[in-house]
């Protein structure tokens, strides 16, 4: 098993554990590390189904007793209303301060459990159990959390660390194939902004990676995560780089928005990696031989080098105008100098933008 702390500042450090198989000890380790006076674990109801034993012995193990809270699944949850469904639960149940949540899911589920502990009395403390390879390496380290509203995703939400994140790889041989590709663009992304010895790791691991071989992939999957750590506690607010992290996912999102989210996550994620290593070719920041590298690497994770969906331009063009981290109404991509050198630039010129989506048709 791999340890290691985020470290924020002295009241919020989150403790990070990543291994395989320890989803039976997971009770135990929470009694004994996190302990606290009750405990809720919430989690999606295709979770419960494919763990439902698992989850019930962890349930157990924990004194006294942990509370279980299962939501429908899907992104639909992700809005104001169920949650103070879930709220309303919290207060049924008689959840105090001194009650430790558990979030044992996906993205969703994380983002749900994390704003719940978040705002329920003004804070409780909260531990991740990811069980997608995006939440993983991505969703459940960082502390963001994010709630849907009719005018667009993620648009209410807090920045709040979680007390710890315990990643079973184990988990992931549970994942469809369209998941396995969302968190792979993930772990791509890692590997590009990072470059050097956590990119070398990646290109030697991708026929394990894209085999899903989890047994021999914790370097990997903590190498993100130690990644990702070294992004949130220089800029946990996420205000200068930690930005570097969108890299791939000014194109992407608005790609999924562009196609009415008829696209999965991996596949525009890919395609805006992609779409952005071409980019950074064209405005001549990034040597050629390195966008070859890059999309080579990208090839031998089984990523996609063209859409399998029609690209409207003009719709992509509206869709990264109105991107909700664009600043003084221009929108700011990450683009690479090379493998490892990440940058954020402004004032794109929309011709370049349009190009670049040729290539990504
Ligand atoms: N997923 C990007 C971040 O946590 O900042």
């Given at each position: 098993m791999t340890s290691f702390a985020i470290v924020i500042d002295k009241t919020?450090?989150?403790?990070?554990?990543?291994?395989?198989?320890?989803?039976?000890?997971?009770?135990?380790?929470?009694?004994?590390?996190?302990?606290?006076?009750?405990?809720?674990?919430?989690?999606?109801?295709?979770?419960?189904?494919?763990?439902?034993?698992?989850?019930?012995?962890?349930?157990?193990?924990?004194?006294?007793?942990?509370?279980?809270?299962?939501?429908?699944?899907?992104?639909?949850?992700?809005?104001?209303?169920?949650?103070?469904?879930?709220?309303?639960?919290?207060?049924?149940?008689?959840?105090?301060?001194?009650?430790?949540?558990?979030?044992?899911?996906?993205?969703?589920?994380?983002?749900?459990?994390?704003?719940?502990?978040?705002?329920?009395?003004?804070?409780?403390?909260?531990?991740?159990?990811?069980?997608?390879?995006?939440?993983?390496?991505?969703?459940?380290?960082?502390?963001?959390?994010?709630?849907?509203?009719?005018?667009?995703?993620?648009?209410v939400g807090t920045i709040r660390q979680p007390q710890a994140v315990f990643i079973d790889l184990k988990f992931l041989s549970s994942l469809p194939a369209a998941e396995w590709q969302n968190g792979l663009a993930e772990v791509a992304k890692y590997g590009l902004l990072e470059g050097g010895e956590y990119f070398s790791l990646?290109?030697?691991?991708?026929?394990?990676?894209?085999?899903?071989?989890?047994?021999?992939?914790?370097?990997?999957?903590?190498?993100?995560?130690?990644?990702?750590?070294?992004?949130?506690?220089?800029?946990?607010?996420?205000?200068?780089?930690?930005?570097?992290?969108?890299?791939?996912?000014?194109?992407?999102?608005?790609?999924?928005?562009?196609?009415?989210?008829?696209?999965?996550?991996?596949?525009a994620v890919a395609l805006g990696l992609r779409g952005e290593l071409a980019l950074s070719r064209r405005l001549l920041h990034l040597p050629e031989a390195q966008e070859e590298k890059a999309q080579a690497f990208l090839d031998s994770l089984g990523l996609p080098r063209k859409a399998s969906f029609p690209l409207d331009r003009k719709a992509i063009v509206a869709c990264l105008k109105m991107d909700k981290k664009r600043e003084s109404g221009q929108v700011r991509f990450i683009l690479l100098k090379n493998i490892g050198q990440p940058f954020l630039a402004a004032g794109i010129p929309e011709a370049a933008i349009l190009s670049v989506i040729e290539e990504i048709q």
């Open positions: 919020e450090t989150t403790l990070v554990r990543v291994g395989y198989d320890y989803l039976a000890r997971m009770g135990l380790l929470i009694q004994k590390e996190l302990p606290h006076r009750a405990y809720v674990l919430i989690t999606d109801h295709n979770v419960l189904e494919l763990y439902k034993k698992e989850i019930q012995t962890l349930l157990t193990d924990l004194s006294p007793k942990g509370e279980l809270i299962a939501l429908p699944p899907g992104e639909e949850q992700k809005q104001i209303f169920p949650v103070t469904v879930i709220i309303n639960r919290l207060v049924e149940l008689g959840v105090d301060r001194e009650t430790l949540i558990i979030a044992l899911g996906g993205g969703v589920v994380g983002d749900i459990a994390g704003f719940v502990a978040a705002i329920y009395m003004r804070g409780l403390s909260l531990l991740h159990i990811p069980t997608t390879l995006t939440a993983q390496t991505d969703s459940s380290l960082g502390g963001k959390n994010a709630l849907d509203l009719p005018g667009g995703k993620n648009m990646l290109e030697s691991q991708s026929e394990n990676l894209r085999e899903r071989r989890l047994e021999k992939l914790e370097a990997v999957i903590a190498g993100a995560c130690r990644i990702k750590k070294n992004y949130v506690e220089i800029d946990e607010q996420d205000r200068h780089t930690r930005r570097f992290l969108n890299l791939g996912h000014t194109l992407g999102h608005a790609l999924e928005a562009a196609s009415g989210y008829a696209v999965s996550h991996g596949q």
